[in-house]
């Protein structure tokens, strides 16, 4: 018998995703703010996270819910913006948290956080690592709070995404156009480290979490990080362009993007090692194999 599964948030790059990569294995439901036509195994469900509203006859028949809900923080961080980012995390995890303790049935709860909880460093941070203390993480931390208000009888698994790589959206959307141009460089220093995964082994990740679901934070990253010097240099060997530019100073940076820089210029360099341990494989393990499968499609 085919599991119900809910995703909220499920209309975007990385729910786009997993939808694909459950295929018709499941029973899959989108909460949408607005009412959508479905597919034979997929159906949309009206929510307003931000009035608390869902269906709780909807979340009663799940098995699992999945959330990936919040405005995207790739956008200045103006005050209004900031709220927003951190207003549509906070309201949606709290709904779900608060209609799946009313549940009388246990549920398997992912709610994702992401890496920007963590502090910038050079050195290897791993799930029980102090957090940092930048906007990133003060967002994630209060994502997180919110989904541990989860009953016990419950299973609350908490995946922190790191940098997504694909050919349809993501970190790689406004790169692409300039490395093709030939204008890709370092940013910074370049030795800050950046910890990535590809959107298949993302989606596959969920899917495994689902399956085998063992309550607990898990880094959802590659298991090999890259300085962002390497990055640029694998981009560029992708996409078949030089790499000799001179690297963009941080203070450029800092002028044009806002405090939003900061997703450029921190360093994150994240252990995989509990999520291999509990089985799940790579498709994508290194930097230049993940990116020469993107730009081949």
Known sequence: MKQT?????GSGLIGD??????????????LSRTEK??????SYAK?????????????????????????????????????????????????????????TAPKIFISASAIGIYPDTQ????????????FLAEVCIAWEREAKKLNTTHTLIIPRIGMVLSSKG?????????????????????????SW???????????????????GIYNAVAPEPVTNKIFGAS???????WYILPAVPAFVLRFVLGEMSVIALASNRVGSDKIRQQGFDYNYSDIDSALQSIYRK
Request: charged share 25%; net charge positive.
């Open 47 to 103: 929510w307003n996270p931000k009035q608390g509203e869902i269906d709780q006859s909807i979340l009663e028949r799940a098995d699992i819910v999945i959330n990936l809900a919040g405005e995207s923080v790739n956008q200045r961080w103006t005050k209004a913006a900031k709220a927003g980012i951190m207003d549509s995390r906070v309201h949606a995890t709290r709904t779900l948290v608060d209609r799946l303790n009313r549940c």
């Open 235 to 241: 981009l560029a060997k992708a996409l078949k362009r």
């Open 123 to 134: 050195q290897w941070v791993l799930e029980d690592t102090k957090v940092g203390d930048s």
């Open 170 to 194: 993501g970190a790689l959307d406004k790169l692409t156009p300039l490395f093709k141009l030939g204008f890709g460089s370092p940013i910074g220093t370049g030795q800050q480290w950046q």
């Open 197 to 215: 995964i590809h959107i298949e082994d993302l989606a596959r990740m969920f899917v495994y979490l689902a399956a085998s679901p063992k309550a």
């Open 37 to 42: 036509k479905g597919t034979a195994n997929v």
């Open 17 to 30: 995703a997993i939808v694909r990569s459950f295929g018709d294995s499941a029973n899959l439901i989108i």
């Open 5 to 9: 599964i809910i995703l909220a948030g």
